[in-house]
């Protein structure tokens, strides 16, 4: 790492003044938000409970850095906006990052070697612990010892989201989707993926609104289905459990019309709202209402939709016959034909309500991928395993959580209640403290040039209105 903390920079001058700078400000984070973070994690205790999913086999005579520490600090890393391990090296000297980590010497002061003084937080090389140690490790291995266990960490983000309800729902909807992560190297299971013309992973995305309740790494020469049963099962398992009278309905696009999961639904009493790809016997039973939506757009030069109905099974794929709602739909450029496939009845939700309200909903969970890829860096996957970077997509989805825990139960009423976790992030949580640390106390004072004071007290006084579930070391 350069050091450059004595470099003086020389900048375009004010008038007859000159202006200079240099990296020695002291105990200065640009991070003041991570307060908010902090109390977020004491009303839900989801860190703390990521953190419960590793086993450690470190001699705790011979370590600084707990578990529940190093964990915080990779996940609220990244929440704030620090994407690499790298970033650590830096940012283990913050002083408030280390107080919300639960760093108990959050100046370092006190650290067993000279040269680790003034550096509260851990580097990169031990962060990376997490991810790189492999599952059959023990304590017998010579550097790696901080085991995942993922199917733990599946677990914490569905029950995150049963501890988000204060009431049992009535009805749930799931939505699946597949999207494709980008490969620029040679890690473990990639492949060459022609749809999305790049080497790839193919992650699987389970979401329920806001929250998203899995996110599975998978090789990409796989249908886009493949795991959902699995998946689904798991999910379906813990909120009956907490939720037995809660009536559950998947929906995904064609990629997930599968004769395997609709039989698995119609099993377990799940309902489902899957899109249908277009065949030629789907074409021929549409084609009364694809010639009146044709109709009234010659008379009327405006775009039409016409609904229709009818019971539809494939030759040999599907294992019996079921519902299935068409739009004719007839625009400038031509027909646009859809077709839905579902459990629900036509008294439950009538063809036109079924597609335009229930199906096309479904598009939301876009968003969650796009916030996810983007805002939290899921597409990190740069590790050469699989595993390790299993375990990079679940963190990044922790932090997503994280955040959306922060805009549920602080930014209510507020002018950023509905803002992406990107936007929180600048908005909120990058903002300049200056922190001061004694015996008895932890001062940060934030900058007053802030324009979002406002909503970071609000947001403080609707966190502290909540009972601590389960604070920060």
Not at 193 to 210: A, D, F, Q, R
Request: net charge negative.
């Amino acid at each position: 790492m350069t050091e450059c903390n004595g470099e003086q920079l020389e900048f375009h001058g004010l008038g007859r003044r000159a202006v200079v700078a240099r990296f020695d400000g002291g105990a200065i984070s640009t991070d003041g938000g991570a307060l908010l973070l902090r109390e977020v994690e004491a009303r839900t205790g989801l860190l703390a409970a990521v953190a419960e999913q590793f086993t450690d086999h470190r001699d705790p005579e011979l370590i600084e850095h707990t578990v529940g520490e190093l964990v915080s600090q990779r996940i609220l890393g990244l929440a704030l906006g620090y994407a690499d391990l790298n970033d650590h090296d830096r940012l283990r000297v913050d002083p408030l990052l280390a107080v919300a980590a639960g760093k108990d010497d959050p100046t370092g002061r006190d650290r067993r070697r000279e040269q680790d003084r003034g550096k509260a937080l851990a580097g990169s090389s031990t962060l990376n612990r997490l991810e790189l140690t492999p599952a059959d490790a023990d304590s017998a291995a010579r550097y790696k010892k901080i085991v995942a266990d993922q199917a733990g960490l599946d677990r914490v983000l569905v029950e995150h989201f049963i501890q988000s309800h204060d009431t049992p729902p009535e009805t749930l909807w799931l939505d699946l989707d597949a999207t494709d992560d980008p490969l620029h190297g040679h890690q473990e299971g990639r492949f060459f993926h022609g749809y999305y013309g790049n080497y790839c992973y193919l992650p699987l995305y389970i979401t329920c609104g806001e929250h998203v309740l899995c996110a599975r790494l998978r090789r990409s020469n796989i249908d886009a289905a493949a795991g959902s049963v699995e998946a689904l099962t798991r999910i379906v398992v813990q909120l009956r459990a907490a939720w037995p009278q809660v009536r559950l309905i998947i929906r995904a696009d064609s990629g997930f019309c599968r004769d395997d999961i609709m039989a698995w639904c119609e099993a377990e009493g799940v309902d489902f709202v899957l899109g249908l790809a277009k065949n030629d016997r789907l074409k021929e039973l549409s084609l009364h209402w694809r010639i009146e939506a044709q109709q009234a757009f010659l008379d009327t030069g405006e775009a039409n939709r016409v609904f229709g109905e009818f019971q539809y099974r494939t030759r040999d794929s599907w294992s019996r016959a079921r519902r299935v709602v068409v739009k004719a739909e007839h625009l400038a450029k031509g027909a646009n034909p859809r077709s839905v496939v579902t459990s629900l009845s036509a008294e439950e939700a009538d063809a036109r309500p079924l597609y335009e309200d229930l199906y096309c909903a479904r598009g939301d969970m876009e968003n969650r991928i796009k916030e996810q890829q983007l805002e939290l860096f899921a597409d990190r996957t740069s590790t050469q395993t699989m595993r390790a970077n299993q375990l990079r997509l679940t963190l990044s989805t922790v932090a997503y959580t994280l955040l959306v825990a922060l805009r549920r139960l602080g930014l209510q009423n507020t002018e950023l209640e509905r803002a992406t976790p990107g936007t929180i992030r600048t908005r909120l949580l990058k903002v300049g403290a200056q922190v001061r640390v004694s015996v008895r106390r932890v001062v940060v004072a934030l900058s007053d040039a802030f324009p979002a004071q406002d909503v970071f007290i609000q947001a403080m006084r609707n966190l502290a209105a909540m009972p601590a579930r389960a604070g920060p070391a």
